[in-house]
């Protein structure tokens, strides 16, 4: 779905010179960054160019350009698949929006819907923190949260906390998903002034709205290693959630294929990429970096590309 975008902004772009090579974007971005990839600016532009070769959205606007330049008001739906490890695609499906804010100023509004089919009720849900506790009624809440762990496991094991799994405890948990794993992104947007808004929203699929739906996958009652598009876990704390919908925004892991499964290979990030949130992706301080934001934006500047989705039955 393409709204002005169609007609106000591609003809602009396709008018340019020779396409930006990846050196100067990935100059230009590790300029915007504030530091924080200069100990390894190899690592980043190799993440920058996998992800550019492997996109079917082709172009290649400058950040400045697609942070601060001027651009048409629309608004564009951005479906297709990433591939994951060299195994596997996983599907990618998000809304860019461009408006202005209060002030006049360009404004960038990115949406993400995901669905969610509650397991059978009866038993527990498994949860990574007292997050919930006194907002559902039962439940276990001990230990140090999953995200405090100083384990780099997606489930580190480190407490017990559970809530019954029942209507009240879903609905509570896809109510604290929705208001705080965008915050992430939000964060790190506006640490490095960049004009983004971020809002992920998690709903039952018995209540959802399927024309604003972009995956539809299981609600998990578990913590667990298992691909994003199989199903959500009740058990991820919320950096790991905000990882996973990091995926629904197209962005690749950047750690080495299959660390983290067992415990003689611990989860390894690419060399400096400890600090990024596809990096060490259990961790409250990593970083939605330039890149990333980057990376989710500029696909609203490129062509359609050809083709259909292997993802018809998950995206919506």
């Known amino acids: 779905m393409v709204g002005s975008l169609g007609c106000a902004v591609q003809p602009a772009l396709a008018g340019r010179g020779a396409p930006e090579s990846t050196e100067a974007l990935a100059a230009e971005l590790d300029a915007m960054s504030q530091g924080l990839t200069a100990a390894h600016p190899e690592t980043f532009r190799s993440i920058l160019e996998t992800t550019l070769a492997s996109d079917a959205y082709v172009c290649r606007p400058t950040p400045r350009e697609v942070f601060f ?11 297709g698949e990433m591939p994951h490890y060299g195994f596997y695609f996983g599907p990618m499906h998000y809304r860019v929006q461009r408006t202005r804010d209060e002030a006049g100023r360009g404004l960038w509004q990115v949406r993400v819907t995901i ?30 949260p999953y995200a405090s762990s100083p384990k780099t496991d997606a489930c580190p094991g480190s407490g017990s906390f559970s809530a019954p799994n ?9 109510g604290r998903w929705s208001r705080e794993a965008e915050g992430y992104y ?3 947007a506006v640490r490095f002034g960049l004009p983004i808004h971020y ?44 990882h996973e ?13 299959l660390s983290g499964i067992v415990a003689f290979y611990p989860k390894t990030p690419f060399v400096g990429a400890e600090l990024s949130r596809m990096g060490l992706s259990m961790r409250e301080e990593t970083k939605v970096l330039p890149l990333h934001h980057y990376l989710i934006l500029r696909r609203y500047f490129c062509p359609e590309p050809d083709g259909r989705s292997f993802y018809d039955d998950a995206l919506r």
Do not use: K
């Open 69 to 79: 330049g001027e651009v048409s008001e629309g608004i564009r739906t951005v479906a």
């Open 245 to 257: 919908v990091g995926h629904v925004l197209g962005l690749l892991d950047e750690y080495e294929a």
């Open 186 to 188: 939000n964060r790190d």
């Open 115 to 144: 669905a969610v089919d509650p397991p059978r009720g009866g038993g527990a849900l498994e949860l990574p923190d007292c997050g919930l506790f006194g907002l559902v009624s039962g439940g276990v809440c001990r230990g140090v």
């Open 199 to 242: 809002d992920f929203e998690f709903v039952e699929a018995s209540e959802a709205g399927w024309s604003e739906v972009d995956m539809s996958v299981p609600l998990s009652p578990t913590c667990g290693r298992t691909p994003y598009f199989s199903a959500f876990r009740s058990g991820w704390s919320l950096p790991i959630v905000a």
């Open 166 to 174: 029942d209507a009240a405890s879903v609905r509570a948990l896809l």
